[in-house]
């Protein structure tokens, strides 16, 4: 999955690429691809600047946060990146982050990581806290039992040990 900029002779082209899901190393704590990933994208050259303009699509299969059960995201993540040569990156030493730097990215050996880029953009386009659904019961704290399947007859009500001298109190009087 990597893209040789070696080819790239004019100062735009147009790539169309499919991709397998197996083509993916599995992450099954944070998402399986489940669908074939489509990536479109525009190159724009200058002389060893590249910009890479387009979209990734495909379908995710995550795990709830709540009740751990593993869902489907739809995934359509537009980039903008602007590579430059590994060489150039010389590094200023401690600097501020800027809005420019984050869609900077670096090539070497004249290729282009394009999995690395469309693991980012997935990575990008998760949920912070993904649910399978708005009301999400999740598990019992209990007994693990998810609730969004049926009720369990844990007993729901916490009381804090460290007020068990006062609660006791509380009975003698």
Sequence with gaps: MRLDLGRVRSPYEHID???APEAFAADAD???????????????KANTQYRL???????????????????AI???????LR?????SNAGEGEREI???DLGTAFYDHDEIDLGQLMREQFYLAMPMKP???????????????NLNKGACGCKREWEDPRFA?????????
Aim: glycine residues 4%; charged residues 30%; aromatic residues 10%.
């Design 17 to 19: 690429r499919r991709y």
């Design 30 to 44: 944070t998402f399986v691809v489940v669908e074939p990933v489509v990536l479109s994208f525009d190159i724009h």
């Design 53 to 71: 303009d387009g979209v990734v699509t495909t379908t995710l299969e995550v795990p709830c946060s709540r009740c751990l059960e593993p869902f």
């Design 74 to 80: 739809p995934v359509e993540a537009s980039f903008d």
């Design 83 to 87: 590579y430059f040569p590994q060489s």
């Design 98 to 100: 800027e809005e420019d």
């Design 131 to 145: 649910l399978c659904r708005e009301d999400c019961a999740g598990l019992c704290p209990e007994c693990g039992i």
């Design 165 to 173: 001298a006062l609660k006791a109190l509380k009975k003698d009087s």
